[in-house]
């Protein structure tokens, strides 16, 4: 198994622009989420999802949509990149309930570093 | 509100030196607690996770324990390669998804 797989590793955009990071796991896990890490804050959930056509935001979701169609996968999209979202984004997926596993232990991919100029 | 305190912010030990992380936690019930490891440049690396006050966990020098306030992961004798940032994370109860992290603490360990 691959894991949690992240594209891009580094990203430069500038004011205005949009994107999409991607994210992806071949573990057949239920739940995703986005997280963002910044210097002194920690990590913050931006959303979530529990299932393919389910997510929610999590305590940071301005500037951020995100959807679900399928189980493996699971983007975010910056509309209108802002400085303020210089950050590196983590993606993470959990069993949750899936297959009466009842694990909630996150596996966490290995980022994206983007800068906003 | 959930919240998570780490400390210390820094640990700098020698090798072989064991020492104690700490997180104290507020959370409404508590589902599991977690550690991670962190390399720089990596994404977050899953250790353990603890359910109750009493449980410990082991995995090598590392060995985490917890009671209804705190969590403690203990390193023996550690080695360089141990240095990382020490994360701990809640899930409350109710919830099947949502984790709170604290901010971690970094740890270096000098040969």
């Known amino acids: 198994n691959a894991g949690v797989t992240q594209t891009p590793k580094f990203q430069v955009l500038k004011t205005g622009q949009s994107m999409t990071l991607q994210c992806a796991q071949d573990?057949?896990?239920?739940?995703m989420s986005w997280y963002r890490q910044d210097p002194g804050m920690g990590l913050r959930l931006i959303h979530y999802?529990?299932?393919?056509?389910?997510?929610d935001q999590g305590e940071v979701p301005n500037g951020y949509n995100v959807s679900r169609s399928t189980t493996e996968d699971f983007p975010l999209r910056l509309l209108s990149a802002a400085p303020s979202q210089t950050s590196v984004y983590f993606c993470?997926?959990?069993?949750?309930?899936?297959?009466?596993?009842?694990?909630?232990?996150?596996?966490f991919g290995p980022g994206t570093r983007l800068t906003v100029t | 509100e959930d919240q998570v305190t780490q400390s210390p912010e820094a640990l700098r030990l020698q090798e072989g030196e064991s020492s104690s992380l700490n997180c104290s936690y507020t959370v409404s019930g508590l589902r599991g607690l977690f550690w991670y490891r962190q390399d720089p440049g990596k994404g977050p690396e899953f250790l353990f996770t603890l359910y109750s006050a009493g449980e410990e966990k082991e995995k090598e020098r590392l060995k985490a324990t917890l009671t209804k306030k705190e969590s403690f992961l203990h390193i023996t004798a550690p080695k360089p390669e141990d240095s990382a940032t020490y994360l701990c994370a809640v899930q409350p109860g109710g919830s099947n998804y949502k984790l709170t992290f604290g901010k971690g603490t970094l740890l270096t360990v000098n040969p």
């Open positions: 573990m057949n896990h239920e739940y």
């Open positions: 999802s529990v299932g393919a056509g389910i997510t």
């Open positions: 993470a997926s959990s069993w949750g309930l899936a297959g009466g596993r009842r694990s909630y232990e996150q596996y």
